[in-house]
């Protein structure tokens, strides 16, 4: 804005001479001299006193008053200035100058609209006044009229075609428009008359950087710097634009570290290179600067709230919590610290105090739909679907395109096993975002729940290709190819999430399963092992491994494994069931009958363990086997089922005969269902033959259900057991 300054009315000593005869032994052009040369000099107080002086001589001078009112605004009384710019133009209202120089004390008061009149006045006393339509432009500019001052500067720039700063200018208020390219092209005019105009540069990249041309803008903050070293608002620009480009991210701490150089108290820029540094994990050189940020502006909210984020990436909850509700004290409106502070109370499972700080989100902002998303979730894990469903509903509504809405509210309806909305939830999230990888495994999901493997695995696939990294798409896939029997493809894609995460214990524990299940016992033995070596306290990992050494016949080291699953986990219905068997296959009938006693206790539907206690207590007490005889009739008459097993229980209660009990286990097309039921069937057969001391045709239905070849069953091991048990003459 050099063009505020005022103009200082020419005095001509030998016409002032003419005019006094007297004054007081000084002549009054020795005053006017004086005055002008103290206001030369810049000592505006003493030009001040000489006007003074001249004015007592000569009253009605317009020329004194505009001058001594240039004084006046050189030392920022603008006030006496227009009052003095008043006077000239009273005295003289065909003048431009005052009319001008009382523009730009107008201007300096912020009155712009004032400043505008009156160069408008000059501009019409002198309309070839380039000086007067520039500060015109200038002051419709700060008026909030860019239009306006574009026209002043394009005919400031006719008139002065040679001046730098009117193009400026001009570029400035055809960007505060938003059309940048005309704003480059009048910077660039601006250029080529100064090459060396620093500002011009500056805001040329500006432009450059709004129309996406961030090389551009890099070059010409370069330009700034060589022009001007100390310049740190360039090297600022520069790193926003290093920041935001990708791949340059220590390009942009290096530039943000110079201008901290030149002005160590801006806590902007620490914020700035704080978020660059957090971005590339440098978390303590990110916390450092986020310090430096709030002990230079201790009400900088925004950084409260990346520091509290960065403490909540780094598990420091104590620390994130105490930034979040810093930053809601210093602005008790910020609906973002609220949402926030209550991602950190979902963190912690502390759900209603999350809810809380959602719906204050919600109150201050009702359509942050980000704060409706993350409630939804909360109220997802609480199980209140329902009221999940309508907080991403209504984030849809705010927002009809946020993919992560549509995916959250496809969750909701997977775990009300709405599977054909979950599946239009998840398509609609990948219609407005096709490389939503969790979205294509969500939706693999819905299908697989629909036994449509083949849907699953396609989609479960495309997560793979969009996302490499991803274990959870592999496990998906691999669980899709376990259920569609492509045991060997279950294996590879569990095998390639473990190579993503060696230490995730359940991927060890679902391939030593497969590997189970594929008769691969030393591998599921590695895999269990290795599970247990990552997490010693689970149960699930001991037993499983327990089954494999039974499958294997080591059976005391399956019994070790089994007393350690329950040992871990005293409520494991399951472990004393297989437990039960070991002890059974083994002649230990009391023990078995023990277990089996546990495992109804913790499960009272366990029917399995139920027939199996009455095989043991034939073995042990015909007593206790009498009594929970009519126990387990009670049981089946009060509790209605159509599993499979419940055929094997009414046969043992007299209902059906030995050829009803196969025929049963026969139907379907599953052969492999029909194989594992035939396998329990003549297991059960030959248990009843054996109490009725038919042991020629119990020996038959064991080696019937050894046949079958379903070795992952316990009853496959037991028809094992009882020949050794038969021909050892132990029964």
């Given at each position: 804005?050099?063009?505020?300054?005022?103009?200082?009315?020419?005095?001509?000593?030998?016409?002032?001479?003419?005019?006094?005869?007297?004054?007081?032994?000084?002549?009054?052009?020795?005053?006017?001299?004086?005055?002008?040369?103290?206001?030369?000099m810049?000592?505006?107080?003493?030009?001040i006193?000489?006007?003074?002086?001249?004015?007592?001589?000569?009253?009605?001078?317009?020329?004194?008053?505009?001058?001594?009112g240039?004084?006046?605004?050189?030392?920022?009384?603008?006030?006496?200035?227009?009052?003095?710019?008043?006077?000239?133009?009273?005295?003289?209202?065909g003048?431009?100058?005052?009319?001008?120089?009382?523009?730009?004390?107008?201007?300096?008061?912020?009155?712009?609209?004032?400043?505008?009149?009156?160069y408008?006045?000059?501009?019409?006393?002198?309309?070839?006044?380039?000086?007067?339509?520039?500060?015109?432009?200038?002051?419709?500019?700060?008026?909030?009229?860019?239009?306006?001052?574009?026209?002043?500067?394009?005919?400031?720039?006719?008139?002065?075609?040679?001046?730098?700063?009117?193009?400026?200018?001009?570029?400035?208020?055809y960007?505060?428009?938003?059309?940048?390219?005309?704003?480059?092209?009048?910077?660039?005019?601006?250029l080529?008359?100064?090459?060396?105009?620093?500002?011009?540069?500056?805001?040329?990249?500006?432009?450059?950087?709004?129309?996406?041309?961030?090389?551009?803008?890099?070059?010409?903050?370069?330009?700034?710097?060589?022009?001007?070293?100390?310049?740190?608002?360039?090297?600022?620009?520069?790193?926003?634009?290093?920041?935001?480009?990708?791949?340059?991210?220590?390009?942009?701490?290096?530039?943000?570290?110079?201008?901290?150089?030149?002005?160590?108290?801006?806590?902007?820029?620490?914020?700035?290179?704080?978020?660059?540094?957090?971005?590339?994990?440098?978390?303590?050189?990110?916390a450092?600067?986020?310090?430096?940020?709030?002990?230079?502006?201790?009400?900088?909210?925004?950084?409260?709230?990346?520091?509290?984020?960065?403490?909540?990436?780094?598990?420091?909850?104590?620390?994130?919590?105490?930034?979040f509700?810093?930053?809601?004290?210093?602005?008790?409106?910020?609906d973002?610290?609220?949402?926030?502070?209550?991602?950190?109370?979902?963190?912690?499972?502390?759900?209603?105090?999350?809810?809380?700080?959602?719906?204050?989100?919600?109150?201050?902002?009702?359509?942050?739909?980000?704060a409706?998303?993350n409630?939804?979730?909360?109220?997802?894990?609480?199980?209140?679907?329902?009221?999940?469903?309508?907080?991403?509903?209504?984030?849809?509504?705010?927002?009809?395109?946020?993919?992560?809405?549509?995916?959250?509210?496809?969750?909701?309806?997977f775990?009300?096993?709405?599977?054909?909305?979950?599946?239009?939830?998840?398509?609609?999230?990948?219609?407005?975002?096709?490389?939503?990888?969790?979205?294509?495994?969500?939706?693999?999901?819905?299908?697989?729940?629909?036994?449509?493997?083949?849907?699953?695995?396609?989609?479960?696939?495309?997560?793979?290709?969009?996302?490499?990294?991803?274990?959870?798409?592999?496990?998906?896939?691999?669980?899709?190819?376990?259920?569609?029997?492509?045991?060997?493809?279950?294996?590879?894609?569990?095998?390639?999430?473990?190579?993503?995460?060696?230490?995730?214990?359940?991927?060890?524990?679902?391939?030593?399963?497969?590997?189970?299940f594929?008769?691969?016992?030393?591998?599921?033995?590695?895999?269990?092992?290795?599970?247990?070596?990552i997490?010693?306290?689970?149960?699930?990992?001991?037993?499983?491994?327990?089954?494999?050494?039974?499958?294997?016949?080591?059976?005391?080291?399956?019994?070790?494994?089994?007393?350690?699953?329950?040992?871990?986990?005293?409520?494991?219905?399951?472990?004393?069931?297989?437990?039960?068997?070991?002890?059974?296959?083994?002649?230990?009938?009391?023990?078995?009958?023990?277990?089996?006693?546990?495992?109804?206790?913790?499960?009272?539907?366990?029917?399995y363990?139920?027939?199996?206690?009455?095989?043991?207590?034939?073995?042990?007490?015909?007593?206790?086997?009498?009594?929970?005889?009519?126990?387990?009739?009670?049981?089946?008459?009060?509790e209605?089922?159509?599993?499979?097993?419940?055929?094997?229980?009414?046969y043992?209660?007299?209902?059906?005969?030995?050829?009803?009990?196969?025929?049963?286990?026969?139907?379907?097309?599953?052969?492999?269902?029909?194989?594992?039921?035939?396998?329990?069937?003549?297991?059960?057969?030959?248990?009843?033959?054996?109490?009725?001391?038919?042991?020629?045709?119990?020996?038959?239905?064991?080696?019937k259900?050894?046949?079958?070849?379903?070795?992952?069953?316990?009853?496959?091991?037991?028809?094992?057991?009882?020949?050794?048990?038969?021909?050892?003459?132990?029964?």
């Amino acid at each position: 804005m050099k063009r505020i300054s005022p103009l200082l009315s020419c005095l001509l000593v030998a016409a002032c001479i003419s005019w006094s005869s007297v004054c007081l032994g000084i002549p009054r052009g020795a005053y006017i001299n004086r005055a002008n040369d103290y206001y030369s000099m810049g000592r505006y107080g003493e030009a001040i006193r000489y006007y003074d002086k001249a004015l007592k001589i000569s009253p009605n001078n317009y020329r004194l008053y505009n001058n001594r009112g240039n004084a006046y605004y050189k030392k920022r009384l603008f006030d006496r200035a227009v009052s003095d710019y008043d006077r000239a133009i009273k005295m003289n209202p065909g003048g431009a100058e005052a009319y001008y120089n009382r523009g730009n004390a107008y201007y300096k008061k912020g009155m712009y609209d004032r400043a505008a009149s009156d160069y408008g006045k000059a501009i019409e006393i002198n309309p070839r006044d380039a000086e007067a339509y520039y500060n015109r432009g200038l002051a419709r500019a700060s008026a909030g009229n860019p239009e306006g001052a574009i026209a002043d500067y394009t005919k400031a720039s006719e008139l002065n075609p040679a001046d730098a700063e009117t193009y400026n200018n001009l570029g400035n208020s055809y960007a505060r428009l938003g059309q940048y390219d005309k704003a480059i092209r009048d910077y660039t005019k601006a250029l080529k008359i100064r090459p060396r105009y620093a500002g011009a540069y500056r805001n040329r990249a500006l432009a450059y950087a709004e129309t996406g041309r961030d090389k551009d803008a890099v070059s010409d903050y370069t330009r700034v710097i060589e022009i001007n070293p100390d310049s740190a608002a360039a090297y600022i620009g520069r790193g926003d634009l290093y920041g935001k480009t990708g791949g340059d991210e220590d390009k942009a701490v290096s530039d943000y570290t110079k201008a901290l150089e030149i002005n160590p108290k801006d806590a902007q820029t620490y914020y700035k290179r704080g978020r660059i540094r957090s971005y590339n994990g440098e978390y303590d050189g990110a916390a450092s600067d986020y310090h430096n940020a709030v002990s230079i502006n201790p009400r900088y909210t925004e950084v409260y709230l990346d520091l509290g984020l960065l403490n909540l990436q780094r598990r420091k909850l104590k620390e994130a919590l105490n930034n979040f509700t810093r930053a809601i004290e210093i602005n008790p409106q910020y609906d973002m610290a609220y949402n926030d502070r209550g991602n950190l109370y979902l963190t912690e499972g502390e759900y209603d105090k999350a809810i809380s700080d959602y719906t204050r989100a919600l109150e201050i902002n009702p359509g942050y739909a980000l704060a409706y998303n993350n409630r939804g979730n909360v109220r997802l894990a609480k199980g209140q679907y329902d009221k999940a469903i309508d907080d991403y509903t209504r984030a849809l509504e705010i927002n009809p395109g946020y993919a992560l809405a549509y995916n959250n509210r496809g969750n909701v309806r997977f775990a009300k096993r709405q599977y054909d909305k979950a599946i239009d939830d998840y398509t609609r999230a990948l219609e407005i975002n096709a490389r939503y990888a969790e979205a294509y495994i969500n939706r693999g999901n819905a299908y697989a729940a629909e036994q449509d493997l083949a849907r699953a695995v396609n989609d479960y696939t495309k997560a793979v290709e969009l996302d490499p990294s991803n274990a959870r798409a592999y496990i998906s896939r691999g669980n899709a190819y376990y259920k569609g029997g492509q045991y060997e493809r279950a294996i590879q894609d569990y095998t390639k999430a473990l190579k993503l995460n060696q230490s995730d214990a359940s991927l060890h524990f679902n391939r030593g399963n497969l590997y189970a299940f594929t008769k691969d016992y030393d591998s599921a033995i590695r895999d269990y092992s290795e599970a247990i070596r990552i997490n010693p306290g689970d149960a699930s990992s001991f037993n499983n491994r327990g089954n494999v050494y039974v499958d294997k016949g080591e059976y005391d080291k399956a019994l070790k494994d089994y007393t350690e699953a329950i040992r871990l986990d005293p409520g494991n219905a399951e472990a004393y069931y297989n437990r039960g068997h070991v002890y059974y296959n083994r002649g230990s009938f009391k023990e078995a009958a023990a277990d089996w006693r546990k495992s109804i206790g913790i499960t009272p539907r366990y029917e399995y363990a139920r027939i199996c206690l009455l095989l043991a207590l034939r073995k042990v007490s015909k007593e206790d086997y009498g009594k929970e005889l009519g126990t387990f009739r009670n049981y089946v008459e009060g509790e209605k089922s159509d599993a499979w097993v419940r055929t094997i229980s009414r046969y043992y209660l007299g209902f059906l005969k030995e050829g009803q009990v196969i025929s049963e286990a026969k139907k379907g097309k599953d052969r492999g269902k029909i194989n594992e039921r035939l396998c329990e069937a003549y297991y059960y057969l030959g248990e009843e033959r054996l109490w009725n001391n038919d042991r020629k045709g119990a020996l038959a239905f064991f080696q019937k259900s050894v046949e079958t070849g379903v070795s992952g069953l316990n009853e496959y091991v037991g028809a094992q057991g009882m020949i050794a048990l038969m021909k050892a003459g132990k029964l």
